[in-house]
T-cell receptor, first 116, second 111 residues
Framework: GAGVSQSPRYKVAKRGQDVALRCDPI?????LFWYQQALGQGPEFLTY????????KSGLPSDRFFAERPEGSVSTLKIQRTQQEDSAVYLC??????????????FGPGTRLLVL | RKEVEQDPGPFNVPEGATVAFNCTYS??????FFWYRQDCRKEPKLLMS???SGNEDGRFTAQLNRASQYISLLIRDSKLSDSATYLC????????????FGTGTRLTIIP
């Protein structure tokens, strides 16, 4: 079956520009995560949704970052007034969790963002 | 101190050799532990979960030592296709599903 898909795969933005990154999770997966991976580093958590509810946004680095999942399926990560330090790969993951246990997270291919 | 620490490498290992990676974590309440594999310019993929009793999957063996807050991965009879970055991953606690990743250990298998 189809895995997690993300678009665009690559994005070049001028500093100050707003960008929107899309994630299509695996069908039926309740949980959706966004991670940021800088070059040479492991992914770092940004935010987490269970259905349409954003349960944890503690990893968002500033108020320029905003994520939504209005219908509990597709999610969009928006970065306003991009800065050079926002350059990274943005990974989306989804899982089919049950309360109190951990389910495998399946990652999408990521969006590579370069801010000039 | 980072929550999950691993030696970034690189490890350059001849084909057929055995290689071991280690990882330490700082949150003693952490519940679940994993090794993920990430190929160059690809997404991370789950390699195996790690249990206190140790677990083996073919040439791969993972071990958890809760007392020392230490996780290991052993690869036997390494193959060229094992070349990748290996990410040590911790699930901090129930009720919070986020994963905490180490920086990854880069492995290159040399023919």
């Amino acid at each position: 079956g189809a895995g997690v898909s993300q678009s665009p795969r690559y994005k070049v933005a001028k500093r100050g520009q707003d960008v929107a990154l899309r994630c299509d999770p695996i069908s039926g997966h309740v949980s959706l995560f966004w991670y940021q991976q800088a070059l040479g580093q492991g992914p770092e958590f940004l935010t987490y949704f269970q259905n349409e509810a954003q349960l944890d946004k503690s990893g968002l680095p500033s108020d320029r970052f905003f994520a939504e999942r209005p219908e509990g399926s597709v999610s969009t990560l928006k970065i306003q007034r991009t800065q050079q330090e926002d350059s990274a790969v943005y990974l989306c993951a989804s899982s089919l969790p049950t309360s109190g246990s951990h389910e495998t997270q399946y990652f999408g291919p990521g969006t590579r963002l370069l801010v000039l | 101190r980072k929550e999950v620490e691993q030696d970034p490498g690189p490890f350059n290992v001849p084909e057929g050799a055995t290689v071991a990676f280690n990882c330490t974590y700082s949150n003693s309440a952490s519940q679940s532990f994993f090794w993920y594999r990430q190929d160059c310019r690809k997404e991370p993929k789950l390699l195996m979960s790690v249990y206190s009793s140790g677990n083996e999957d073919g040439r791969f063996t993972a071990q958890l030592n809760r007392a020392s807050q230490y996780i290991s991965l052993l690869i036997r009879d390494s193959k060229l296709s094992d070349s990748a970055t290996y990410l040590c991953v911790v699930h901090p606690n129930f009720g919070n599903e986020k994963l905490t990743f180490g920086t990854g250990t880069r492995l290159t298998i040399i023919p």
